[in-house]
């Protein structure tokens, strides 16, 4: 009984409307106390009080059917993008509700004011949504879900405790995954920045002798089908497939600089899991190895349906680390597991030339045996400092700072390319397109 009790007041709070009526009561008695002519007004207004809260009690815990809630959260949340939540209602109470709702989602998010209010008639039904966007790869727990009822009294409010959905995985952003397959599907990557690229000549790898439409290359007529047929036939070819495409992710601290509430490696494992999709899809062969003080993970380039998911789970729990890259071990690593020329994908990042030189020598090692493509990154912060018109001393020097980095990274650009080593500059938010867009021009030019 005394903890049947204890459960029934712990769930139990007075609301402001009653605060309000009892602020009233207690005025009628001072003015009682002056006026004599009010009489027995005030102690008529307090026990309407008191039967109007017992009353209003009664109903919030009299009924056997009260409330149903629950919270839908996806199996696993996309890291840095709008997750959907949703909290469906249900009042099976006999009379109108107004509810208040408290969700305990994980500390990760640092939010505290995650309120929803809502009003529910008899049987309605009502479903809440709202979004959240992780900026870190790793495990979510979701606490409980309070929902706060009140009567159309509104003197007090009962709380019903639903128990949390539990520990939620974060992956990388699987949701841009599949916004870029269907596109890629549906030929609408343009949309979103990838571009057609013209095809530099022709593979070898012959599909199909077709009629001519307009757009052909003139140079592809086949005019001996063209004599048959006594129309304009054109020899058909299609890209070479299953090349091997490598991302190759660098974990070191060089990659733990944040970006929008996000590190650079997170950007780059995004980027990676979805150029690897593209890949995929261009019938290509994707791998994944990441890299800091010695090789962490290897998996080998392969097409099959299960790769994807193979690769997202090595990527789901890869962290940074406060070494340098071991670029030696990098090396080895990719002379033991490439067996054939490859595409490397090198996700790094040089914030000095110095840092460049460093590793410049295993870059070009590495050049000699693969197609490598080294990408890293810009340093917006520096390039808006840059590019603000400075109003003192002290706004000179910053911007005169800012240029001499900024410069830095067009010479590493003009560095690598010098040895024969592809690179590209970008700045985070734009990664993912630039990469993708750089993969298609290199399989349109046919330089793997």
């Given at each position: 009984?005394?903890?049947?009790?204890?459960?029934?007041?712990?769930?139990?709070?007075?609301?402001?409307?009653?605060?309000?009526?009892?602020?009233?009561?207690?005025?009628?008695?001072?003015?009682?106390?002056?006026?004599?002519?009010?009489?027995?007004?005030?102690?008529?207004?307090?026990?309407?009080?008191?039967?109007?809260?017992?009353?209003?009690?009664?109903?919030?815990?009299?009924?056997?059917?009260?409330?149903?809630?629950?919270?839908?959260?996806?199996?696993?949340?996309?890291?840095?993008?709008?997750?959907?939540?949703?909290?469906?209602?249900?009042?099976?109470?006999?009379?109108?509700?107004?509810?208040?709702?408290?969700?305990?989602?994980?500390?990760?998010?640092?939010?505290?004011?995650?309120?929803?209010?809502?009003?529910?008639?008899?049987?309605?039904?009502?479903?809440?949504?709202?979004?959240?966007?992780?900026?870190?790869?790793?495990?979510?727990?979701?606490?409980?879900?309070?929902?706060?009822?009140?009567?159309?009294?509104?003197?007090?409010?009962?709380?019903?405790?639903?128990?949390?959905?539990?520990?939620?995985?974060?992956?990388?952003?699987?949701?841009?995954?599949?916004?870029?397959?269907?596109?890629?599907?549906?030929?609408?990557?343009?949309?979103?920045?990838?571009?057609?690229?013209?095809?530099?000549?022709?593979?070898?790898?012959?599909?199909?002798?077709?009629?001519?439409?307009?757009?052909?290359?003139?140079?592809?007529?086949?005019?001996?089908?063209?004599?048959?047929?006594?129309?304009?036939?054109?020899?058909?070819?299609?890209?070479?497939?299953?090349?091997?495409?490598?991302?190759?992710?660098?974990?070191?601290?060089?990659?733990?600089?944040?970006?929008?509430?996000?590190?650079?490696?997170?950007?780059?494992?995004n980027a990676s899991l979805i150029l690897s999709s593209v890949a995929l899809l261009k019938q290509d062969k994707?791998?994944?190895?990441?890299?800091?003080?010695?090789?962490?993970?290897?998996?080998?380039?392969?097409?099959?349906?299960?790769?994807?998911?193979?690769?997202?789970?090595?990527?789901?729990?890869?962290?940074?680390?406060?070494?340098?890259?071991?670029?030696?071990?990098?090396?080895?690593?990719?002379?033991?597991?490439?067996?054939?020329?490859?595409?490397?994908?090198?996700?790094?990042?040089?914030?000095?030339?110095?840092?460049?030189?460093?590793?410049?020598?295993?870059?070009?090692?590495?050049?000699?045996?693969?197609?490598?493509?080294?990408?890293?990154?810009?340093?917006?912060?520096?390039?808006?400092?840059?590019?603000?018109?400075?109003?003192?001393?002290?706004?000179?020097?910053?911007?005169?700072?800012?240029?001499?980095?900024?410069?830095?990274?067009?010479?590493?650009?003009?560095?690598?390319?010098?040895?024969?080593?592809?690179?590209?500059?970008?700045?985070?938010?734009?990664?993912?397109?630039?990469?993708?867009?750089?993969?298609?021009?290199?399989?349109?030019?046919?330089?793997?």
């Amino acid at each position: 009984m005394k903890k049947l009790f204890k459960q029934f007041y712990t769930n139990l709070f007075l609301e402001n409307r009653l605060f309000i009526a009892l602020g009233t009561c207690s005025a009628l008695f001072l003015f009682a106390f002056f006026l004599p002519i009010l009489g027995d007004i005030p102690y008529i207004a307090f026990s309407v009080l008191v039967a109007l809260l017992l009353i209003d009690v009664y109903l919030l815990h009299a009924a056997k059917k009260t409330v149903f809630l629950r919270r839908d959260v996806p199996e696993r949340l996309s890291n840095g993008d709008d997750n959907e939540l949703k909290i469906y209602l249900e009042n099976f109470y006999p009379f109108p509700i107004s509810v208040g709702i408290i969700d305990e989602i994980p500390f990760q998010f640092q939010k505290r004011n995650l309120w929803f209010n809502a009003s529910l008639k008899p049987k309605e039904q009502k479903i809440i949504s709202y979004l959240l966007r992780p900026t870190k790869r790793g495990e979510y727990e979701f606490g409980f879900t309070r929902l706060f009822v009140k009567s159309p009294l509104g003197l007090v409010s009962r709380r019903f405790n639903v128990e949390g959905t539990g520990i939620v995985p974060v992956y990388p952003s699987f949701l841009k995954l599949r916004e870029y397959e269907l596109m890629a599907i549906s030929n609408r990557l343009v949309d979103v920045g990838i571009k057609k690229v013209r095809r530099v000549g022709n593979s070898m790898e012959f599909d199909q002798v077709k009629n001519y439409v307009a757009g052909d290359d003139i140079r592809t007529i086949n005019w001996k089908a063209t004599a048959r047929k006594a129309d304009f036939m054109v020899n058909s070819y299609i890209e070479e497939r299953s090349q091997h495409i490598y991302c190759v992710i660098d974990k070191s601290r060089a990659m733990k600089m944040p970006f929008e509430e996000m590190s650079l490696l997170d950007y780059a494992i995004n980027a990676s899991l979805i150029l690897s999709s593209v890949a995929l899809l261009k019938q290509d062969k994707a791998g994944l190895i990441t890299i800091a003080e010695k090789t962490k993970n290897v998996v080998l380039a392969d097409r099959r349906p299960t790769q994807l998911n193979k690769i997202m789970e090595v990527l789901y729990k890869e962290k940074t680390r406060y070494l340098e890259t071991d670029m030696e071990a990098l090396f080895v690593s990719l002379r033991s597991a490439l067996k054939q020329r490859s595409l490397v994908v090198f996700f790094t990042n040089f914030e000095s030339m110095s840092a460049l030189e460093r590793q410049l020598p295993y870059l070009k090692r590495i050049a000699k045996y693969h197609l490598l493509l080294v990408v890293f990154f810009e340093n917006t912060t520096l390039k808006s400092l840059s590019d603000d018109d400075a109003k003192d001393v002290e706004g000179i020097y910053i911007k005169t700072i800012a240029e001499k980095f900024a410069y830095e990274k067009r010479l590493m650009v003009k560095e690598l390319t010098k040895h024969g080593i592809l690179s590209l500059l970008t700045a985070p938010q734009n990664l993912t397109v630039n990469v993708v867009n750089r993969y298609l021009a290199i399989k349109a030019r046919q330089q793997i």
